[in-house]
């Protein structure tokens, strides 16, 4: 069994108290530090694959995906059936008994599941709806596949007792801890793929088919990948691992994985898919009092070729996204843009090899590529993309992502060329370097964007990470003061998380393919985390976290500060009760409208905010999360609430709803902020799925309704019907005659993936 790993840095001690009289490295002593930690980090690695190996056995003909495990071939692969304890009790036996098998046919993979408890009733699954997050918490298996065993890329497929299906593309390790960076996880990604499942008096079976198509690997004979295991016990809150895990990481941590070895022969035929797609509709707006009629009838096509097993050629002709899902609405208290997320089926398919940034989640800085600022206006309407192409994977260590996108004239907007391109190498084991360049070009004017960039990732030992960019942007009309930079170094231990960030992005810093809030600014950042078990009154961590943010011009003027202070308190059910307090600097240099008819003056401003947040067991059928937040708001009062529950009606309906309000008192006026949205998910089966979203904005007075009937008929081939409904009234309050505007469609989407 996989033993306890100890590691002797006194090789990298000495090199540092050697030096402690000046404070200071020498060249070769920095490079024998890396190389040290370097040698560490890949020693645990191998470590891993060594501990937990799994022969890869090859069958000559394809089980019947039904949920039954009964044919002979399934006797021929060796058993897994050792799990180990993550939660609650790190280093334990799994208290239910699990085993899996895994067996491949060339051309598929495939994975047989038992997962043992005693009585069907004492599982928790209540959702059969694709992707739902809700399957994360309750009961689930999930396997994940390091194809290129590059301790750093992988695909992992979870599936729930009820046969709900959720896939993803991992990067750089899902950000490397628990707290996934989206940077690293595409949670949208939809790989081909097939399950059954059935659900016993004392067990359930999931039985799961994965095509060779749907996955990258390199071109060897033979060759082994990285793989491991994980169940979630929900109604104990138990996660159990094939390979351990440390509790400070996740399954992501695929360089902590084990090994599928000597894989042969494996057949991806032509390595060929051809999706064309049609749509038809109708659309009919209204505004102020003119009402116009217009019929949507479209067609288009995607191809997906394998140059390589592990390089892809995306090709897309008339690109559409009628079926993605419209944006959660937002309330924007702030003097900068909020982020939406990516929804677009094209650009989500390994859009983490674009990436390039600051991983904070929590309030982005700086991402240089963003993929929104493609085919969208600011406001969110569709621009038409014409076609364009994406070639991604990797050869050896080498990663390699370019993209080519042309879009239409629209909305007075010029016609324009999207190039990215980006070159990274694999270094130190779990490491990375690389560069993109990013150029915008309008096809119809002279107006031109460009972004040149080379960044760094390194994983330098298994808690101590560094990464950082160094930027340059060029615009016309701007000849200096265009540079970005950002270095963050991090630690991350069972108990503690550290890490420190700085940020430097210079006036005229201006990447237009990019998200970056506010430039011609210095951001510093220092965070302290320490998660204590105290083993007691049903708590299983405590949260407690500071950290200071101080943002200055660029000549050293403050105009920023924020110290934050949490203390999170999670209980062995999975509630929680979290209390933060902030204070703040704000120096504003010119007027923020907050409101319609508010604004705030220039000026110095020192305020601060007290929170407190419940959250229940989301694994019950009825889980809910109240906040409430007294503040003080630049020279005013503000109190926020919100509250967020939802329903798991039966195993193939759940609702949810959420409302908050924000009552702000300012000298210079007073108003109320109301958000409220209600979700209605309907499912009979894995395969067919209703989504309807009603939501209401106070700030914008927009109410939109939006429905998604999915059927998923073959595995990649798709039958989308969808209706969107947009209301808003006063929409420009200085000109009262345009008061009324709605927006109403209906489309029909299909989809059919052909493959050969």
Known sequence: MFGPITIDYSAVASLFNNNLPGVSLSATSILTVVLVASAANQALAQESREAYQLPAVRVEERPEIDGVLDEALWASAAVIDEFIQQEPNEGAPSTERTEVRVIYDGGNLYLG????????????????????????????????????????????????????????????????????????????????????????????????????????????????????????????????????????????????????????????????????????????????????????????????????????????????????????????????????????????????????????????????????????????????????????????????????????????????????????????????????????????GGHFNRTFAADMNLALTPALTVDGFIARTMTPGFSSNELGGHFRTGWLSQSWRVYGEHTDLEDNFNPEVGFVPRTGIQRSKIHLEYNPRPGKWGIRMLDPMW??????????????????????????????????????????????????????????????????????????????????????FYDGDRIDYSANAGWRLTDKLATSARFSRSDVDLPAGSFTADLASLQVDFAPTPSVSLRTITQYNSQSEQLSTSARIRYIFRPGSDIYFVYDDVRRDDVIPMSPWLDEYRDRQFLIKMTYLMSF
Do not use: C
């Open 547 to 632: 950290n200071i943010q101080y943002y200055t011009d660029q000549e050293g003027r403050l105009v920023t500060r924020r110290f934050h202070h949490m203390i999170g308190t999670y209980f062995d059910n999975g509630a929680s009760f979290v209390v933060t307090h902030d204070r703040r600097f704000e120096r504003l240099d010119n007027p923020f409208r907050v409101a319609r008819d508010v604004t705030i003056d220039p000026g110095d401003y020192a305020f601060w905010d007290l929170s407190f947040s419940f959250g229940s067991d989301p694994s019950r059928r009825f889980f809910y999360r109240l906040r409430a937040s007294p503040q003080k």
């Open 113 to 444: 599941v038992q997962a043992f408890d005693p009585g069907a009733d004492r599982v928790i699954a209540t959702e059969m709806r694709r992707d739902a997050n809700r399957i994360l918490d309750e009961d689930n298996f999930q396997v994940i596949l390091d194809t290129f065993m590059d301790s750093r890329s992988a695909y992992m497929f979870v599936v729930s007792p009820l046969g709900a299906q959720l896939d993803q593309q991992i990067f750089d390790e899902g950000g490397r801890d628990r707290r996934a960076s989206a940077n690293s996880i595409n949670r949208d990604w939809d790989g081909v793929w097939s399950v059954r499942t059935r659900v016993y008096e004392d067990h359930w079976v999931a039985e799961i088919e994965i095509p060779m198509v749907t996955l990258r690997f390199p071109d060897s004979e033979p060759q082994s990948w990285g793989i491991n295991f994980m169940r979630n016990i929900r109604r104990k809150n138990e996660q159990v691992f094939w390979a351990p895990i440390p509790r400070e990481y996740g399954l992501t941590r695929v360089s902590l994985a084990g090994s599928l070895r000597d894989l042969q022969s494996l057949d991806r035929g032509y390595d060929l898919r051809v999706t064309p797609y049609a749509t038809s509709g109708g659309r009919r707006t209204l505004d102020s009092g003119i009402s116009s009629d217009s019929f949507q009838r479209d067609m288009g096509l995607d191809v997906k070729y394998g140059i390589t097993a592990g390089m892809n050629l995306d090709v897309t002709v008339n690109t559409d996204f009628a079926q993605a899902e419209v944006d959660d609405e937002r309330v924007n208290l702030t003097r900068f843009p909020l982020f939406f997320p990516e929804k677009r089926d094209f650009f989500i398919e390994n859009s983490g090899q674009f990436a390039v940034g600051t991983p904070n989640t929590l309030g982005r800085v700086a991402d240089l590529f963003f993929s929104r600022r493609i085919g969208l206006t600011k406001s969110g309407t569709n621009v038409p993309i014409l076609g364009g192409a994406r070639l991604t994977g990797k050869l050896g260590g080498n990663n390699i992502a370019v993209m080519d996108l042309q879009t239409d004239e629209a909305f007075g907007q010029s016609a324009e060329n999207f190039l990215v391109a980006r070159y990274s190498r694999d270094v130190l084991g779990r490491s990375q370097v690389g560069g993109v360049v990013i150029n915008k070009q309008s096809t119809t």
